[in-house]
């Protein structure tokens, strides 16, 4: 079964810095999801990629899948406190099979 | 528009009690996902279904647990006789197409259980 690797678990950052959280993929993906998961809430959509080497952004969020496809980053430029929560990727194992997630990275953003 | 509305959002039972939860999709969707998640970890799929249909039920616990999306009305996660360690918070998902048409799953804002 497809297993995605998220890194780091946790991270904090000083407002006003970029962060990296990466997405690792045991198998090929066929669609990779990032979603945003405010504490205690439902999740946000933020983007889908499909195509390796495919890359998108969303006001400061960029994302990016490699060109093998097994790998995937999100990258926050100047974070700002709105961007704390947890990310998760989602994929799915194979064309039709609900997407799987990762557990995810817990983001702190400190004044 | 709505998006994913799941009912009740806290709900507190006893050891032994049944446990009902319900999705209603996006107006439109007819495809329903339930995911669990537990604390400290990640979202672990429960349940496909598609109208009247369940599709995929590969992350359903073979006890206690079923799932329902009848024609009409929402989708009902029901637990029956619940533990303690059915504790979590229940996402409910939706989308217009099958997995594979990679459309965005909508997730509602999760009903969370606690098992006294």
């Known amino acids: 079964s497809q297993e995605l690797e998220q890194s780091p678990q946790s991270l904090i950052v000083q407002e006003g810095k970029n962060l990296t959280i990466n997405c690792t993929s045991s198998k090929t993906l066929y669609g990779l999801y990032w979603y945003k998961q405010k504490y205690g809430e439902g999740l946000i959509f933020l983007m889908m990629l499909q195509k390796g080497g495919e890359e998108k952004s969303h006001e400061k969020i960029t994302a990016k899948l490699d060109e093998k496809k097994q790998q995937s980053s999100l990258h926050i430029t100047a974070s700002q406190p709105s961007h704390a929560g947890i990310y998760l990727c989602g994929a799915f194992p194979s064309g039709n099979t609900p997407l799987v997630f990762g557990k995810g990275t817990r983001l702190s953003v400190i004044a | 528009n709505a998006g994913v509305m799941q009912n009740p959002r806290h709900l507190v039972r006893r050891r032994g009690q049944e446990a009902r939860l319900r999705c209603s999709p996006v107006k439109g969707h007819s495809h329903v996902y339930w995911y669990r998640q537990l604390p400290e970890e990640g979202l672990k799929f429960m349940v496909y279904l598609q109208k009247e249909n369940i599709i995929d039920e590969s992350g359903m616990p073979k006890e206690r647990f079923s799932a329902e999306f009848p024609k009409e009305g929402p989708s009902i996660l029901r637990i029956q006789q619940v533990v303690r360690g059915d504790s979590a918070a229940y996402f409910c998902?939706?989308?217009?197409?099958?997995?594979?048409?990679?459309?965005?799953?909508?997730f509602g804002e999760g009903s969370r259980l606690t098992v006294l």
């Open positions: 998902a939706s989308s217009i197409s099958r997995p594979s048409n990679t459309g965005e799953l909508f």
